[in-house]
């Protein structure tokens, strides 16, 4: 997919989840607005990979194992596929036209305290929100089929959990509680070129080996990074956003797991002194970012284009 119709398909995905407006042009070159109320589903070999739209998705990834002929998922595919649905469908939407707002919330309210229950872990709320709508509907279906004697799964909190555990998975780190977002991919491509031992480092940095600490020079990495997502076709972000982002990782503005970002300082370099960021490593492996959990047997200094020196005793 170009980069422009993806684009486009993100910001489909976020209008939809907020129920908001399309426009499209007439003829007599009037505009007519669009409600947009209904949901979708998007089907393809890999997810979405933006977090905002991830955050705002549930997550049905199915592995080869989950399609293997005979398999569980298979025998419910063709008991589900043999049934005459047709008959099924018009009572079920006729049923849910009888249900009230309010009888609608306060279910819903029930599968949101429920599905809180089930994961305990501090997740994104709007997360946990599209959890406690799915359940609104499984709920809705459960007791559709009790009026007809038809016994199914009791919704309790172990069942939701065996359910929604791994699409949350493919979505946040449950350790932490949050999902990615772009600049841990920055972040991911500056250690990993530094812990490269054959390849010169186009950016001013230090490590201390002692502290596991990497001090990055922000402008100079940012340039580097920019010129490679360039390359390789994928987007990056301004240096604004990039600032915005490194504090949701800061240590100095959130208390928690996974804040791998140190109080930036200045940093003497080779008889200059900058303004850098610092990179907790072992924090940011043990994150999950797919890093080593340190970069080099040695601390080193590097200044992109002011002259380098590598091997320099730090602390």
């Not at 589903?41 to 989950?66: C, F, H």
Request: charge should be negative; aromatic fraction near 10%; glycine fraction near 6%.
């Amino acid at each position: 997919m170009r980069e422009g119709d993806h684009a486009r398909l993100i910001r489909y995905v976020l209008l939809a989840y907020d129920s908001s407006f399309d426009a499209r042009g007439r003829a007599d070159q009037t505009v007519q607005e669009y409600h947009l109320l209904a949901p979708f589903t998007l089907d393809g070999e890999d997810a979405i990979a933006d977090p905002a739209a991830q955050e705002r998705s549930l997550i049905v990834n199915l592995k080869p194992e989950t399609l293997r002929v005979g398999g569980a998922c298979w025998k419910a595919y063709n008991k589900i596929a043999a049934l005459p649905l047709n008959m099924f469908a018009g009572p079920y939407v006729q049923y849910t036209l009888t249900q009230s707002a309010e009888s609608v919330a306060s279910v819903w309210q029930q599968m949101f305290d429920l599905s809180k229950e089930a994961f305990p872990e501090a997740i994104p709320d709007r997360v946990q929100r599209n959890i406690a709508t799915a359940c609104l509907g499984m709920q809705s279906f459960k007791k559709f089929l009790a009026q007809y004697e038809i016994d199914t799964v009791d919704m309790d909190a172990a069942f939701i959990r065996a359910i929604f555990k791994p699409q949350l998975e493919d979505i946040i780190d449950l350790n932490t509680g949050r999902t990615r977002i772009l600049v841990d991919e920055m972040v991911e491509d500056i250690i990993n070129i530094v812990a490269a031992s054959d390849v010169r480092v186009p950016f001013t940095y230090k490590y201390d080996k002692r502290k596991n600490i990497l001090w990055v020079h922000l402008t100079t990495a940012l340039n580097w990074w920019h010129r490679k997502r360039r390359a390789e076709g994928r987007a990056s972000l301004d240096s604004a956003a990039v600032k915005r982002q490194l504090d949701e990782r800061s240590m100095q503005f959130f208390i928690g797991p996974g804040q791998y970002i140190m109080t930036k300082k200045t940093v003497a370099l080779v008889g200059a002194r900058y303004w850098m960021h610092g990179i907790d490593i072992s924090v940011a492996h043990n994150s999950g970012l797919d890093v080593p959990d340190s970069v080099a047997p040695d601390s080193i200094i590097v200044t992109y284009g002011r002259g380098e020196a590598d091997g320099c005793a730090d602390g």
